[in-house]
Each structure stands twice: as C-alpha cells, then as structure tokens.
C-alpha cells in the first residue's frame, strides 16, 4: 500500500475513533459485561483495524466490524489469562456465545447501546452523586478531569467517584438493559441530568482550544431524540427542545478564527430556523400539558431569545419571571447568577451588580469564572472600570478554555486602553 493510502485509512480511522469509539464501547460493555475488559478491547479492535484495513480495505460497516473485533480479542485475552473459565458463569456463556451468526443481530441493537449504559449507569442502586460522574466518563468519553471541572470538584474526588461508581455496576450485578415502560417513570430524571450535561460538555467545552464540540451535542440531541420515542413525556420534550434551541445558535456563536461572540453580537440571520422551529414546537407540546418541569423552563427562556428578531427586542421582563420561577423550583446559585444577569437587563447593570454581590459575598460561586466575568461585565457597563478590571482579571485566573482567556484579555486590555 503508498504511503497516501496508507495514510488515508490512518486518517479514517482516526475520524472513526472520534465519532464511533464511545459507540463501539457501549456495545463490547452490553457484550462482555465489565469496564475495563470492554475498553482494553475496543482499543485493541483499533489498532487491529489499522493493520488490516491497510491490506483488506475498510469493511462495509466498520462499526459493526470493531465491535465483532473487539469481542474476539477480548476472548482471546481472557483464554490467554487463563480467566475464560474463572468468569461468572453467565458472563463465560455470554463471552463464549460470541461468533459470526451474532453480529447482525448486534449491528441492529449498537444504535440503543448508548441509552443501555446511560441507563445502567444511572440505576437507583447507584448512588445520585455517582450517576451522572459515571455517565459522563464511561458513556461520553469526558476525561475524569474534565468531569471534575463541570462538578467543580477536585480530579482525585471525582476519580474516586467514578472507580465506587464502577465496583457498584459489577458488584450489584446491574444488568445493561433499558428498563420496562413501568420502570421507566422513575429513571427519568437522572438520565435527562445526565443527557443534559453532555450537552453543556459540547456546547461550552470545560477545557481546551475550542469552545464547541459538535460530536458531544449531537450525540445528547440523538439520545434526547431516542429517549422521547421510547417515553413521550413532556420533560423530555422540554429538554429536547432547550437542546435544539441552543443548538441553533452554534454557528453564531463564534468567529471564523474561533473567537466568542456573545448572544448580543451574533448575526441572528446565522440561527438555524429549522432547529428553531422543531424546538418551539416541542416546547408548546410541553407547556400545554402543565406538567412540565425546569429543562421546559429553560427552554422557554431560550425560546424568547430565538424569538427577538434583534437584542433590543428580547422580553427580558418575561425571561425574569420565568427564571424567577426556574428559581423556585430548582434553587442554585447558577440560576439565581442567570437571573440576576437578567434583572441587569431589565433594570440597569446596578441592579444586577447587588444580586450578585449577593451571591459571590455568601461563598456560592467563587470559583466560578462566569460569575466574575459577568460582575465584570456589568461593572464595565455601569462605568466603573477598576472594578471591571479585577473582575475580569479574577474570571481570567479562573478560565480554563482558550478562547474564553482570549476573550477576556481582550477586555482587560479595551479597558486598560
């Protein structure tokens, strides 16, 4: 094979990792029923691909042929370990059951193999702190550290999550099935949070080069989109339209060169109508049935954004009361900052300066770079440059992505002129 050529299928294979690699581990998870035997297969199946695929030509369904691989070098290991025989005896039917005749019926099922291990990983048996901490690493691929950052808690604390989180899984048996249509009511709630949070993971990435990861919101919106088709209630609804709403903004939310570019300074004509359209659309379908909850909510107040046709004609009375009520029903400090930005909206940069004040001075959010960045942000807007600048120069020590530390340089330095 050239070098071209081999250099190709490189590539394609690198491209296969990034889009397929969390699919291809739910399925050897589902398979071979263990964490760690599934990811030391999947990544054996890629190197093996890289060889073979040089001499054989990428298959037709090369998904469907990484799994297959991956159950077999995983066997293997086990045979050559010695431990085939020592498994439990389901999991050593299960791993000696693997051959030919079964992969078409594992392509069929890889599609729900996601939702499967979101579902096993948010189990009741599992403790609420670990559900979403386990998803996000085992399902999405996030680093521990990256993980960490979102729950704003240390990497060690949340690796110790994730390894209790685990020994739960393979201790308490917990099988990797979507629960029945009786079940599924109760198991709601901690798979929306955890869809949710891949989401945010994509559309403010915590660390990095790049503000957006597109494979990360595109997954949650297909999950999102699954989950309503197996449960047609009206939160999932509402999640999925508050996904699709912000999705719309994605292509103005940064320039060509990667830099921000905050919601009052996007070129609406950007937005994607059709997401916006299937968005308020599931939101209406949410709202007429009066038992939505705090995904509906936010996606209404996103909803009146989509809605402005410029800045200046964004409801911002309507999106206070109803982060006011978002308050009431989820209290946090994060929406209680969103409010306040709000109020500042409505009233002037003073009145959303004493909300907070208010926050910072309890302790909550500290360490949170948004809620000095916005300080700042309504400092400079209120004229009081000093301010403005310790402000931003507080959410710049706290920033981890590059553009966001970009974009706050470039404030610090228009202030310091």
Known sequence: MSNDASAEIRDRIDALYRSESRRVFASLVRLLNDFDLADDAMHEAYAAALEIWRQE????????????TGRFKAIDSLRRGGRLKSLQPEIALRSEAVADENAARAATEIEDDRLRLIFTCCHPSIDAKLQAPLTLREVCGLTTEQIAHAFLTSKASMAQRIVRGKAK???????????????LPERIDAVLSVIYLVFNEGYAASQGNSLLRVDLTSEAIRLGRLLLDLLPDPEVQGLLALMLLHESRRESRVSN????????DQDRSRWDRKLISEGTQLL???????????????AAISAIHAEAATPQQTDWNQIVVLYSVLLRMDPSPIVELNRAVAVAMRDGPEAGLELIDRILNRGDLSKYQFAHSARGELLRRAGKTSGALAAFQQALELARLAPEKRFLAARIKDLTG
């Open 257 to 264: 060169d990667g830099e921000i570019i905050l919601l009052e």
């Open 169 to 183: 899984i393979r201790d308490a048996e917990i099988p990797y099935v979507v629960p029945s249509p009786r079940d």
């Open 57 to 68: 030509g990428v298959p037709e369904n090369p998904r469907a042929w990484l799994i297959s």
């Open 284 to 298: 209406e379908q949410a709202l007429r049935s009066r038992r939505f909850g705090v995904y509906t909510l936010q």
